[in-house]
């Protein structure tokens, strides 16, 4: 990871009163410093990090923060802080959705600016389509970017099985976010986003997706709020129009899935043009079945002992892959 990436983290975990995150971070400052062959100053940094009477010690002692958010039902946080290290660099995305993450963090990054001219940034962000294809990195991405955490809101915590805990557990979760800027993320979103016109779900979602929606247009935090979902037919009409962005993302083309193959077989040497031939066969894989399928080929070469991959591997990694989509598939 980049230097200034590192430090902005690095500043941002102090910020929010996240110790492992800053020690983390640290440690990967340290290494980064030891592969420059700054080994004294390494070691420095390491004593200092670690000696209990240090001023950062002291001073996370006396920070006063808003302590996370939990389920009084389940006992269990609501969110969870994410510092993510993936950047644009890692998306294989046409180049119009690219195009419409960048003016999002354009605004974003000249929020005063807008602000003070009337103008409100783009804060409120509806990304949908089939799983697998890049919502939930898009979303890391973007918060790697801005060099801000990611505040994820874990769906299997908010929603509760007591009347009326799941709408005051959404208040709590935006409670929590205004004391700072974050990358809000909401995954699973028709988890609470279903449509009140679903005559097949209870009276409890016409009240969640309420409370959604006043605290949606009541939120002032200087944060960016991106929500995903696999079945955006079921959300319901009044959260659309909502959103100042809405975002599709599809199934990989033949070019993407190839590039995708190039970009994460990098570190490895091999035959990436092979992965051509086996397209007919990865005609259902999304971006995240070409991950996995990639990952299989690294794994044979990381416990051979190898750097180089072959047709081999490939031709496994294809084939032990397109299986577990079949199996997918025919379990809808």
């Known amino acids: 990871m980049a230097r200034g990436d590192l430090l902005k983290k690095l500043f941002s975990s102090f910020k929010h009163d996240d110790r492992n995150g800053f020690i983390n971070i640290a440690n990967e400052l340290i290494e980064d410093e030891r592969k420059k062959n700054h080994g004294i100053l390494a070691e420095e940094l390491r004593m200092i990090l670690f000696d209990g009477n240090t001023i950062y010690r002291k001073n996370l002692d006396t920070i006063s923060?808003?302590?996370?958010?939990?389920?009084?039902?389940?006992d269990v946080s609501l969110v969870e802080v994410i510092y993510p290290d993936k950047y644009f660099n890692d998306l294989i995305l046409p180049k119009e959705k690219l195009k419409v993450l960048e003016s999002i963090l354009r605004d974003f990054r000249n929020w005063d600016v807008l602000i003070s001219n009337g103008v409100y940034p783009s804060r409120k962000i509806l990304f949908y389509g089939p799983p697998g294809?890049?919502?939930?990195?898009?979303?890391?991405?973007?918060?790697?970017?801005?060099?801000?955490?990611?505040?994820?809101?874990?769906f299997d915590a908010v929603v509760s099985s007591f009347l009326g805990e799941t709408a005051s557990n959404i208040r709590k979760v935006f409670d929590y976010a205004k004391n700072d800027n974050w990358v809000i993320f909401f995954d699973e979103f028709d988890a609470i986003g279903r449509s009140r016109n679903d005559y097949s779900e209870h009276g409890e979602i016409k009240r969640v997706v309420n409370t959604f929606l006043q605290q949606l247009d009541s939120f002032k935090g200087r944060s960016l709020i991106i929500t995903a979902t696999n079945f955006e037919k079921s959300l319901d009409y009044a959260l659309w129009r909502r959103f100042d962005e809405t975002l599709n993302f599809e199934m990989p083309s033949s070019e993407e899935k190839l590039r995708l193959c190039e970009l994460l077989m990098r570190h490895y040497k091999g035959p990436t043009h092979i992965f051509e031939q086996y397209l007919s066969q990865m005609d259902n894989f999304s971006h995240s079945d070409i991950n996995k399928m990639c990952q299989t080929v690294m794994k044979e070469c990381i416990l051979d002992g190898r750097k180089m991959f072959t047709k081999s591997d490939i031709e496994q990694a294809v084939n032990k892959q397109a299986m577990l989509v079949a199996m997918r598939r025919t379990s809808y």
């Open 65 to 74: 923060k808003p302590s996370i958010p939990k389920d009084p039902d389940k």
């Open 133 to 154: 294809c890049g919502k939930t990195l898009s979303a890391h991405a973007i918060a790697s970017e801005l060099g801000i955490p990611m505040l994820y809101v874990r």
